[in-house]
């Protein structure tokens, strides 16, 4: 099982890749096709309509960071806790 340890960091690279690609595409759709209606379903939630373009612009530019590798765990606590909402 000692060999499963050398793939360790193709696996978390592989993650990271699959995470921000499937996040980047739903946040690209969130802030540039459908940035209006993902802000009325927000505010409809009874949530404040401002937290909807604050998650919109958190998916993409948190799913650009993670796919750069900068800024990844601050980037990733925000699509978590987006999520958790979405939830």
């Keep these: 099982m000692r060999y499963l340890d050398r793939l360790q960091p193709l696996a978390l ?11 980047l595409a739903h946040g690209y759709q969130n802030l540039f096709r459908h ?3 993902h802000v009325h379903l927000i ?5 404040p309509a401002w937290l909807g373009y604050v998650s919109s612009v958190a998916e ?7 796919l750069a590798g900068f800024f990844t ?3 990733a ?4 806790l987006d999520m958790a909402v979405a939830i």
Excluded at 77 to 80: H, R
């Design 60 to 66: 993409f530019v948190g799913a650009l960071f993670i």
């Design 13 to 23: 690279l592989v993650m990271r890749l699959a995470l921000g690609i499937v996040m």
């Design 43 to 47: 505010s409809s939630l009874g949530i």
């Design 77 to 80: 606590v925000a699509l978590c």
């Design 35 to 37: 940035l209006h209606d």
């Design 73 to 75: 765990r601050p980037a």
